[in-house]
């Protein structure tokens, strides 16, 4: 469980941190249906979807729901080895993989756009 550390707010239990990543958390579908209805519908036809704070992602056996911070979306290796965060030797690189990264071609990037 996390707590914040300025406003004391409390995350939710059903959220167990992943084996696999440090910046992943996951939690069951049923779990995630209680919490966040909405999403709930919109994520078993997306398959990944976003709120204000975190981006979720469905598994493939429908069985569990993956977050992600947006703070943490779309680091590169590059990234997490100068924040200290990623050891190459010892660390394994599941929470940079591909599905996490993908944008939608219609999506404009900063720097495609004229000022």
């Known amino acids: 469980m996390r707590v914040c550390p300025k406003c004391g707010y409390v995350d939710e239990p059903y959220w167990l941190h992943t084996k696999f990543s440090y910046y992943i958390d996951q939690c069951r579908y049923e779990n995630f249906r209680l919490m966040f209805p909405q999403l709930a519908e919109q994520i078993f036809k997306e398959r990944k979807v976003q709120d204000a704070n975190y981006v979720y992602r469905l598994s493939k056996n429908n069985r569990v729901v993956m977050r992600k911070a947006l703070i943490d979306y779309g680091l590169t290796f590059a990234d997490l080895c100068e ?20 944008e939608p071609p219609t999506q404009k990037k900063l720097l495609d756009v004229k000022p």
Not at 84 to 98: E, Y
């Open 83 to 102: 924040k200290g965060d990623f050891n190459p030797k010892k660390d394994k690189p599941s929470d940079v993989r591909g599905y996490w990264n993908r």
